[in-house]
């Protein structure tokens, strides 16, 4: 049988070992602490690349798009809608160099079809796109840098030209004279090509055998009318006041 001062030494030399033990466990504890942390510390910095990336991303992207937003027109119409290409060819066609806001001011299927309401909402404005949409589809208009009235007759520059978006083409004026013609039973009106007819804005008049004299290929802004007047019924017309910045 063990006396006392044995069992005392094996139960300190049990207690050593554990001891140690649990030293190494502590050992290993702190090593895998210290490789989570490292590893923690990795990703933290994965996560702020990760952010910077998608900032860096997110800057890039507005920034085209903000670039992208400036080559197009500036409107809401219910006519062309959303159709970036149309807004980007009447932007280059006005001016490429300049921003450019269309507003409002008279739409038929709003305000009615009767001329005078167009002169009401629509004269004195300055600059000015008209677009109307034919009911056979074509989508059309004139642009002037000039007044509408009610009065003064025939106006005259070099800026004024009509299009046709179907077919992406500008028709340019090829003279001066003639550019835009105001009077009360007129609508929006150049030289053998717009709305005059009963008063109303519901027809454009084409008047393909003289346009051609002072529009570049003019008699195509509508089907092919090389031969005399033609009248297209319009399914809706806009008028915007355009504003350059």
């Known amino acids: 049988m063990k006396d006392m001062t044995e069992i005392i030494y094996e139960i300190k030399k ?61 409107i809401e119409s219910s006519i062309i809608k959303e159709n970036n290409e149309y807004k980007k060819a009447l932007k280059n066609w006005i001016n490429s160099n300049k921003k450019i806001e269309a507003q409002l001011l008279y739409k038929k299927s709003r305000d009615g079809d009767q001329i005078s309401k167009f002169h009401e909402l629509c004269d004195n404005k300055g600059p000015t796109l008209t677009i109307f949409k034919t009911e056979d589809g074509n989508i059309g208009g004139i642009y002037t840098p000039l007044s509408w009235d009610d009065h003064t007759l025939w106006k005259n520059d070099l800026d004024t030209f009509m299009f046709n978006l179907n077919k992406s083409e500008k028709y340019k004026k090829l ?31 084409h008047h393909g055998t003289d346009i051609n004299d002072y529009y570049e290929n003019g008699a195509n802004i509508l089907p092919n009318n090389t031969n005399g007047t033609k009248y297209f019924n319009v399914s809706d017309v806009e008028v915007f006041k355009i504003n350059e910045n």
């Open 14 to 74: 049990e207690n050593d070992t554990l001891k140690k033990e649990i030293s190494e466990i502590k050992n290993e504890c702190n090593k895998l602490k210290n490789i989570t942390d490292t590893q923690n510390n990795e990703i933290t910095k994965i996560k702020e690349q990760m952010t910077m990336l998608l900032d860096y991303h997110n800057k890039i992207k507005k920034e085209k798009e903000e670039e992208e937003e400036k080559k197009l027109l500036k």
């Open 175 to 205: 003279k001066n004279d003639y550019s835009t013609y105001s009077m009360k039973n007129y609508g929006p009106w150049s030289y053998a090509f717009g709305f005059h007819i009963t008063d109303q804005m519901n027809k454009i008049q």
